[in-house]
């Protein structure tokens, strides 16, 4: 007997009160549409507003919904992989609760997964209500980690994207802790394709992701997914040496031609403060893995929950 496959949606909601209601009737509206059964489940991520209590009235409200509540603010990354642990579907899809990713290309999104596709993924093709600086980082970045990764992690693409099940099982056992989402699904392989949207604004509420918290998400992808910065210091370093090398060797072939009257003090500074510098590079490219090792070896869970709708 062959029984329909069925669509699960997780939503990582993190202080977004305003835009939730608003997002499960986009989405009620789209799974009614559907020619197969779907939910959803949405993750509170340790919101501090009235989250759980939007999330618990959407609930009550529609039997297709089904919530996720973690202990405390773990971050999106963090969020999701709660979600697509406890998800139970053929195709799973992720998106955000602020309405920025259109719930209405979820049938785009089956039909490519229909085609034979195991990962769909939503590329930007428009950003609107995000500054031009976002933009020409977000640029770099792409730019910069595929340079570094061996895997190629598609540009302008988030985590608005569906999966099979094949590739959500494969997704599963990367247990990780330093997770840069994007990166991972790149990495399970799979037949991936892009299906090309316009971005839109926020429906309400600001953006969760400040310069900093992107930076160091920024970080986290680069080392999650390569070590080249390791052996750029190990070059670096080599070449200094080499320079040094040939700069002592003049100076002591200075001082055997023409004496050694004290002078150089300006030299010697520069001299001084480049190799620190050098080396305290290194040390902290150093750092940053050494960290994330510590991070890995501690073996804490990925994350808590606190509470589940419907209870299990
Ligand atoms: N989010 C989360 N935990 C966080 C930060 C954000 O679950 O610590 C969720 C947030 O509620 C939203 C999604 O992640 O559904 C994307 O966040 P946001 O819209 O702030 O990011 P942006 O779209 O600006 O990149
Ligand atoms: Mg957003």
New binding site residues.
């Given amino acids: 007997m062959e029984t329909t496959p069925v669509l699960a949606v997780v939503?990582?909601?993190?202080?977004?009160e305003e835009a939730l209601p608003g997002m499960q009737t986009r989405l009620a509206k789209v799974f009614d549409a559907l020619p197969m059964p779907a939910r959803v489940l949405y993750?509170d991520?340790g919101s501090r507003d009235g989250t759980w209590a939007a999330l618990t009235a959407l609930a009550a409200a529609d039997p297709r919904v089904s919530l996720l509540r973690l202990a405390r603010?773990?971050?999106?990354e963090l969020?999701?992989t709660a979600g697509l642990d406890l998800v139970d579907g053929d195709a799973v899809i992720v998106l955000?609760?602020?309405g920025?990713d259109p719930p209405e290309l979820i049938p785009a999104f089956i039909a490519r997964w229909q085609e034979g596709y195991d990962v769909v993924y939503g590329t930007r093709t428009a950003r609107p209500g995000?500054s031009w600086l976002k933009r020409v980082t977000a640029n770099a970045f792409y730019r910069v980690i595929n340079r570094l990764s061996d895997i190629p992690i598609p540009a302008d693409t988030?985590d608005f994207r569906l999966m099979s099940r094949a590739a959500l099982e494969s997704l599963r056992q990367l247990r990780e802790r330093q997770r840069f989402m994007k990166g991972l699904f790149a990495w399970v392989g799979y037949r991936q394709v892009s299906l090309p949207y316009e971005r839109q604004a926020?429906i309400a509420g600001?953006?969760?992701?400040n310069y900093w918290r992107l930076w160091n998400l920024a970080l986290d992808g680069i080392t999650g997914f390569s070590t080249v910065p390791l052996r750029v210091a190990t070059y670096i370093g080599l070449l200094t040496a080499m320079v040094a090398f040939a700069y002592g060797g003049w100076i002591v072939m200075k001082t055997e031609l023409w004496g050694d009257p004290v002078q150089g003090w300006p030299t010697l500074m520069a001299v001084v403060l480049f190799l620190g510098g050098v080396q305290l590079v290194a040390l902290g490219i150093i750092g940053e893995y050494l960290g994330r090792l510590y991070l890995e070896a501690k073996q804490r869970p990925l994350y808590l929950i606190r509470e589940r709708w419907p209870r299990p």
């Fill in positions: 939503i990582a909601a993190y202080n977004e993750v991520d603010n773990f971050g999106k969020a999701l955000d609760a602020d920025q995000e988030g926020r600001d953006s969760k992701f």
